[in-house]
Antibody
Framework: EVQLVESGGGLVQPGGSLRLSCAAS????????MSWVRQAPGKGLEWVAN????????YYVDSVKGRFTISRDNAKNSLYLQMNSLKAEDTAVYSC??????????????????WGQGTLVTVSS | SYEVTQPPSVSVSPGQTARITCSGD??????AYWYQQKPGQAPVVVIY???ERPSGIPERFSGSSSGTTVTLTISGVQAEDEADYYC???????????FGGGTKLTVL
């Protein structure tokens, strides 16, 4: 059974840092792109970042570029999100998701077939 | 940054057909995916690659694509279909993923 379990959320002051973790099990972690997706309270889904199977490619939404870093440890079946310079608008439930990649017209497309339940990050003084 | 746009809400009576649209400049060159999210639950994909339905998803869910707009159609809507629906795609380079703002489907 595929499982994704996030941890590391909590209350942090503006400007602070937090490191989220996602423990994966039930599938060959090193074979999949992985993503972080967040959802602010009462708001919609927002893709945050993704990372290729071997960690050689990483992409971010504009609003977190330069502040967040996605990484993975395939030996530990784990995905991470280092969040620095946190802002109030980063307050959200952060979920990791397994990405299924397709090719369309020669470029990548991806969807999410498994999600964790998420970990809440609250940025407030 | 790239965006896809959905209506914030759609309302239908039970048994009727609900159509939720999603518009974006890259949609002619990128697949769209549709997710259903109920309160307190993780999203579930109901349509992938524009029009394919995963196993276990009822046949009343279908997807279509025309130019810069994709459409999720739910035929014979049931009360259990009341949920938030999200369109998801990528930019034309395939680099960045994007979600639409979500559409709240209300079954009257």
């Amino acid at each position: 059974e595929v499982q994704l379990v996030e941890s590391g959320g909590g209350l942090v002051q503006p400007g602070g840092s937090l490191r989220l973790s996602c423990a994966a099990s039930g599938f060959t972690f090193s074979s999949y792109w992985m993503s972080w997706v967040r959802q602010a309270p009462g708001k919609g889904l927002e893709w945050v970042a993704n990372i290729k199977q071997d960690g050689s490619e990483k992409y971010y939404v504009d609003s977190v570029k330069g502040r967040f870093t996605i990484s993975r440890d395939n030996a530990k079946n784990s995905l991470y999100l280092q969040m620095n310079s946190l802002k109030a608008e980063d307050t959200a439930v952060y979920s990791c998701a397994r990405e299924v990649v397709h090719m369309v017209y020669g470029v990548l497309s991806g969807s999410y077939d498994y999600w964790g339940q998420g970990t809440l990050v609250t940025v407030s003084s | 940054s790239y965006e896809v746009t959905q209506p914030p809400s759609v309302s239908v009576s039970p048994g009727q057909t609900a159509r939720i649209t999603c518009s974006g400049d890259a949609l002619p060159k990128q697949y769209a995916y549709w997710y259903q999210q109920k309160p307190g639950q993780a999203p579930v994909v109901v349509i992938y690659k524009d029009s394919e339905r995963p196993s276990g998803i009822p046949e009343r869910f279908s997807g279509s694509s025309s130019g810069t707009t994709v459409t999720l159609t739910i035929s014979g809507v049931q009360a259990e279909d009341e949920a938030d629906y999200y369109c998801q795609s990528a930019d034309s380079s395939g680099t960045y993923r994007v979600f639409g703002g979500g559409t709240k489907l209300t079954v009257l």
